[in-house]
């Protein structure tokens, strides 16, 4: 059972666009990072989310870590080409062992011109 | 960027070679890991190191180890190859524990032939 669910897997959009990726668990979080990673290259942090109902914005993106700390959103808007990726969310469960990081499988964006 | 560097790139090797896999950071963060990254599963934690000397096992750790003598070098080792190890390798390191945000090398791409 994998211990983050992202969703979508897949999301293809068309420039312009509005959209917003899910990330998943029943554990609760002492904290979660959104990462992304372009082909051939390794994740790039994005930001991290600590506090319950935390809310981060990122330019075009918006971040929201859940009341309980076990959920996470990435809201998306206008999309453009240059946000095509894989979009990672892991995060290190409430008292596990230090460094013990998990991330989900993540979701495939791709920004059609 | 962080100063963080994985060598080799690329590698070819046959099932049943020993393969070394070394981690290089120049940011003397106490935390480093070892990911693999496979189709379908995200990234997935081999081994971590908290310290000089430090290890602990991640979810997929059974046919690798690991070595940390300095803080700067994190070696990951495949004793003995098989075709299961072909994947994308990817180094990370991270100061804070409980926060976990985490900087990747720019991985190894492993195949076994």
């Known amino acids: 059972t994998q211990l983050l669910e992202q969703s979508p897997q897949f999301l293809s959009i068309q420039e312009g666009e509005n959209l917003t990726v899910y990330c998943n668990s029943s554990?609760?979080?002492?904290?979660l990072q959104w990462y992304r990673q372009e082909p051939g290259e390794g994740p790039v942090l994005l930001v991290t989310v600590v506090t319950g109902g935390e809310v981060k914005k990122l330019k075009r993106l918006t971040f929201q870590f859940g009341d309980a700390r076990k959920d996470s959103s990435l809201h998306i808007t206008a999309a453009q080409p240059g946000d095509t990726g894989l979009y990672l969310c892991?995060?290190?469960?409430?008292?596990?062992?230090?460094?013990?990081?998990?991330f989900g499988d993540g979701t495939t964006l791709t920004v059609k011109p | 960027d962080a100063g963080i560097t994985q060598s080799p790139r690329h590698k070819v090797t046959e099932t049943g070679t020993p393969v070394t896999l070394r981690c290089h950071q120049t940011?003397?963060?106490?935390?480093m890991y070892w990911y693999r990254q496979d189709p379908g599963h995200g990234l997935r934690l081999i081994h971590y190191?908290?310290?000089?000397?430090?290890?602990d096992k991640g979810e997929v750790s059974d046919g690798y180890s690991v070595s940390r003598s300095k803080t700067e070098d994190f070696l990951l080792t495949l004793e003995s190859a098989t075709s299961s190890q072909t994947s994308v390798y990817f180094c990370?390191?991270?100061?804070?524990?409980?926060?976990?945000?985490?900087?990747f090398g720019q991985g190894t791409r492993l195949t076994v032939v």
């Open positions: 554990s609760v979080f002492s904290s």
């Open positions: 940011e003397n963060h106490r935390y």
């Open positions: 892991a995060g290190v469960r409430l008292r596990t062992n230090a460094g013990k990081s998990t």
């Open positions: 190191s908290y310290g000089v000397k430090d290890t």
């Open positions: 990370a390191i991270s100061s804070l524990a409980q926060v976990s945000e985490a900087f």
